[in-house]
């Protein structure tokens, strides 16, 4: 489990260019990815964990924050 958590986290410090993330922190206002900066995001972490999302986990709205993330790649591996 940590190990995925570390492996997320550097995907998106990768993303954002930070050193250190938050569960808490928001996707957008904190980390300053847009809709291009979040696909880009969903692509590199299929990537990095040889996954596919179903489109369903996708929906923007349901995707704000680093949890968010680690819950959906969770969902997959």
């Known amino acids: 489990m940590q190990r995925i958590i570390t492996k ?5 410090s990768k ?3 930070l050193d250190s993330l938050e ?10 990815f847009d809709s291009l900066g979040l696909t880009e ?12 999302f179903q ?3 996708l929906d ?7 949890l ?3 819950v959906l790649v969770q969902k997959y591996v």
């Open 8 to 12: 997320i986290n550097e995907t998106i």
């Open 15 to 17: 993303q954002c260019m």
């Open 23 to 32: 569960e808490s922190q928001r996707l957008k206002e904190d980390l300053g």
């Open 41 to 52: 995001l969903i692509v590199a972490l299929e990537d990095d964990f040889a996954i596919e």
């Open 55 to 57: 489109m369903a986990d």
């Open 60 to 66: 923007p709205a349901q995707l704000n924050t680093v």
């Open 68 to 70: 968010d993330i680690y």
